[in-house]
C-alpha cells in the first residue's frame, strides 16, 4: 500500500526505543510481555536483541519497569506522558465559567535545567506562557495534583483566578493556533487512506498507521484544549478526535491479532487491548 501523499508533518523516524515506549503508551494499562514488544519492534525492521538492549535503557533511565511477571510496565514521566495522551484524545470535559487560572514564578533567576523543567511541565498542564516567568490558562481542566507535573510547578508558583479583559485574543498570544490547525488538518487527512485498508485488513497498513498514530497523539497533546468560547473559527480538533477514533478501532484490531500471534487479521484476545 503506498503511504499517503503529501507526508504529513509531525511524522518522526521511530528508533527501536520510540517503537517499544509509543506501544506501551497505546496500551491500557500500559504493561506488555516482552514478546510481544519485540513483535512491535519486527514491524520496524529491528531484530530481537536491539528491542532488547532498548528495554534495558529504558528500565535503566526510570522510563520502565520490568514486573515480576516479566512483563514490562510504563514508570515515571511517561505516565504523565499517557495521561495527557488520553486527556488530548477526549477532550475539555468541564464546563468553563469564564475564569483563567494564572502561574507566576517565584523568586530570582533559576538554573538552565530548572528553568527547562519548569517549561516542560507548564507544557504539560496545558499553559501558555504569556511573558518570562506568567504562564496563563482557561479555568475548564482538572489539574491532577499528583502528577509530575504538578509537583515541578506547584510549588515554584504563586497561583491565581482571574477574568482578564479581551479575554478572547489571549489563546492566539499564548499559542500557535494557527501552525496546530494547518499540523491537525494534515493529519485527519492522511488517517482516510490508511483507514480504508484497515478495515480491509491490509497488514501493509499496520507500519505507516503505527507511525502516522504516534504523530497523531502527539499532537493531541498539544492541544491546549480550550473552552469552545475561545476556539477559533473551523477548529479542527474535535475532527481529528473523530477521525483518529474510527482509525484506532481498526488498527487496534488488526495490531492486536499481529503481536498476539502473528496474525495480522487474528481475533481479538481477552486481555490484548494494544491502542497505539
Request: proline share 10%; net charge positive; hydrophobic share 40%.
Amino acid at each position: 500500500m503506498a503511504e499517503p501523499e503529501p507526508r504529513p508533518p509531525g511524522l518522526r523516524p521511530l528508533s527501536a526505543r520510540s517503537v517499544v515506549l509509543s506501544t506501551l503508551l497505546g496500551t491500557d494499562p500500559p504493561s506488555l510481555p516482552p514478546d510481544r514488544l519485540r513483535r512491535a519492534g519486527e514491524l520496524f525492521g529491528f531484530r530481537s536483541g536491539t528491542v532488547r538492549t532498548a528495554l534495558s535503557r529504558a528500565v535503566a533511565s526510570g522510563e520502565v519497569v520490568r514486573e515480576p511477571t516479566g512483563w514490562y510496565r510504563l514508570a515515571g514521566p511517561l505516565l504523565e506522558r499517557q495521561r495527557r495522551q488520553d486527556e488530548g484524545r477526549t477532550g475539555p470535559r468541564s464546563p468553563w465559567s469564564g475564569a483563567w487560572r494564572t502561574a507566576v514564578v517565584l523568586g530570582g533567576p533559576r538554573p538552565a535545567e530548572q528553568r527547562a523543567e519548569l517549561r516542560r511541565a507548564m507544557g504539560s498542564l496545558r499553559f501558555g506562557e504569556l511573558r518570562d516567568g506568567v504562564w496563563m490558562r482557561p479555568d475548564n481542566l482538572h489539574v491532577v495534583r499528583s502528577s509530575w507535573a504538578w509537583g515541578v510547578v506547584g510549588p515554584a508558583c504563586t497561583w491565581a483566578q482571574s477574568w482578564p479583559d479581551h479575554a478572547a485574543d489571549l489563546p492566539a498570544r499564548l499559542w500557535d493556533l494557527s501552525a496546530w490547525s494547518t499540523t491537525a488538518e494534515s493529519l485527519r487527512r492522511s488517517l482516510g487512506p490508511l483507514l480504508v485498508a484497515l478495515e480491509r485488513s491490509d497488514p501493509t497498513a499496520l507500519r505507516p498507521g503505527f507511525e502516522v498514530s504516534a504523530a497523531v497523539l502527539r499532537h493531541l497533546a498539544l492541544d491546549p484544549l480550550l473552552p469552545a468560547e475561545l476556539l477559533p473559527r473551523r477548529w479542527p480538533g474535535r475532527e481529528l478526535r473523530s477521525a483518529y477514533e474510527r482509525f484506532d478501532r481498526a488498527y487496534r484490531r488488526l495490531l492486536r491479532g499481529y503481536l498476539v500471534d502473528g496474525d495480522p487479521a487474528g481475533h481479538p484476545t481477552a486481555g490484548a487491548t494494544v491502542s497505539t
